[in-house]
């Protein structure tokens, strides 16, 4: 018996060793040493640097060091810890990468607690390691990692519950209240998360575990909650853009309550039909602005099919699988903003592997029914890799590829900036966390309106002190700033012109402004 456990634990290690050697060789190999051009992921640092610096959650690119709720605290303050040691971007990268990995390991043991084949663990696992759109996070710093962490420790957590012992004696139920808290606190589509968990205890009718659960979840939403009361920045800004009808045209107004829901399911089958196979078939490509395809929706039934039969495998817990795959899409199909497949990214492993599972049921059944000696092998599905590698070569090329012309004159401003002007320098931009990366000085953005009055007063209010006028490709540049530019030209004579394409640093004359607008 002792024998057959050491052979046991040597077979885990092995494997555990393997994954290991697959993350190595991916992350390495599609690693991005350059900030990412988004600009949430220098909104992260920024906040991150201001927790490390002692300044609180707050913004700290302009002289009042406002109170920040634009993102929830959870990943900045992860990001804090290394921020404290060092001002490189690459740790941070890497400590996403490393989320990602251990995330691989706790899929490894929860399905090995499925009573699966150690092999279909692995197998299982080390697939999420090679998700394109799974890689494309790991390498930047955004929370979809530790969000995914979180959220794949809670599931371990549950599973690591002993049902021989009342619920409040086991410290596997507590940790699990705390790791759900804590996702929500890294990214508000949590409340899916927290959601889940809720429609598990509810459908394995565990009253009880259910009302604590969501008590003890609601008690550690408080600090956050009363934090912002205190700081009057209110709760979220996700919540405001529900009923937009276009967050980057607020001109356009709110929508009816039968256009919201129609968005609503329109993005529902959206993620259906086109974000899912995208994101974890290989070669799915899919057109997002296109209509939805008869062959789209028989791919997307063939695939939920497998996903469902997966998630079936894993007993009570198809339960928590399947009320977090519901609940997240619902979450993202209430929002304005266009989303494809960047929004479920946390949601992939549960995803794909239910899909690896299903696949392998599936063919171990149709094994059998060959009347077959052999039974179907997990290692067979390793085929996946081969089928993976041309998305990672692209992964590869993309992340190894210069910033664009329109983005190195960005920046090359911005480094001007903070060569030649003091630091409390108020410059105005469509990025204005990019431009504070590489110009390290106080920054503000314009108002989207399409009033030039209302825009350049909003330039008097920020203090503004320089405007950039570049061309990184965001309408609202032409749809809002370049009129009011255009329309008075004695207020933003040209400081720096740089070419192909034009971009420009203009000085913005607010003495001039204020008495023309007085």
Not at 250 to 258: I, K
Request: glycine share 4%; charged share 15%.
């Amino acid at each position: 018996m002792k024998e057959n456990q050491l052979t046991k634990n040597s077979r885990i290690f092995y494997y555990i060793i393997g994954l290991i050697v697959v993350f190595l060789i991916t992350f390495t190999y599609i690693f991005n040493k350059k900030l990412d051009l988004n600009g949430d992921n220098a909104e992260y640092y920024v906040l991150a640097t201001s927790i490390a610096g002692g300044h609180g959650y707050s913004d700290i690119t302009n002289e009042a060091h406002n109170p920040s709720n634009i993102f929830p605290p959870g990943y900045p303050l992860l990001m804090s810890v290394i921020r404290i040691v060092t001002d490189s971007i690459i740790p941070q990268k890497v400590l996403n990468g490393l989320f990602l990995l251990a995330s691989a390991f706790l899929f490894f043991f929860f399905i090995r607690k499925n009573k699966l084949p150690d092999s279909m663990a692995f197998v299982a696992s080390a697939i999420i390691l090679l998700n394109y759109q799974v890689l494309h996070f790991a390498t930047m710093m955004m929370s979809e990692m530790s969000f995914m962490f979180f959220t794949a420790l809670s599931l371990w957590l549950l599973s690591k519950m002993n049902e021989e012992k009342p619920f409040w004696k086991d410290p596997y139920f507590y940790s699990a209240i705390v790791t759900v808290a804590y996702a929500y606190h890294i990214r508000t589509q949590g409340i899916a998360l927290a959601a889940a968990v809720i429609g598990y205890f509810l459908f394995t009718k565990r009253w009880k575990q259910l009302l604590a659960f969501a008590g003890g979840f609601i008690i550690c939403l408080l600090p956050w909650m009363l934090r912002n009361k205190i700081a009057d920045v209110g709760q979220s800004r996700y919540v405001s853009m529900i009923a937009m009808s276009n967050p980057w045209r607020p001109e356009e107004g709110t929508l009816s309550l039968g256009e919201l829901l129609a968005r609503f399911f329109e993005t529902f089958k959206m993620l259906v039909t086109k974000a899912v196979p995208n994101s974890i078939l290989p070669y799915a490509s899919v057109d997002y602005n296109a209509a939805t395809t008869i062959g789209e929706w028989g791919i997307a039934i063939i695939l939920f099919a497998l996903i469902g039969i997966g998630m079936w495998r894993f007993g009570k817990f198809k339960y928590l699988f399947l009320f977090y795959t519901i609940a997240t899409f619902s979450v993202i199909s209430l929002f304005s903003t266009p989303s494809e497949n960047r929004y479920i990214t946390p949601l992939l492993p549960f995803l794909e592997v239910s899909l690896l599972v299903g696949l392998y049921t599936v063919l171990s059944v149709g094994v059998r029914k060959m009347n077959s000696a052999t039974q179907f092998s997990p290692w067979i599905l390793l085929v996946v890799v081969f089928f993976s590698y041309p998305k990672l070569e692209q992964l590869h090329a993309q992340n190894n590829t210069p910033y664009p012309p329109n983005y190195q004159n960005y920046f090359t401003i911005a480094e001007e900036v903070h060569k030649q002007l003091p630091a409390n320098t108020v410059v105005c931009s469509r990025k204005p966390m990019l431009f504070y990366m590489f110009g390290k000085t106080a920054v503000s953005s314009y108002l989207w309106t399409e009033d030039d009055k209302a825009l350049i007063k909003g330039l008097i209010d920020s203090k503004t002190d320089y405007v950039v006028f570049e061309q990184l490709g965001y309408s609202s540049t032409a749809r809002y700033l370049y009129p009011a530019i255009q329309n008075n030209p004695e207020l933003f004579p040209i400081v720096m012109h740089l070419p192909n394409p034009d971009t420009y640093l203009l000085k913005f004359e607010r003495e001039k402004a204020i008495e023309k607008f007085r």
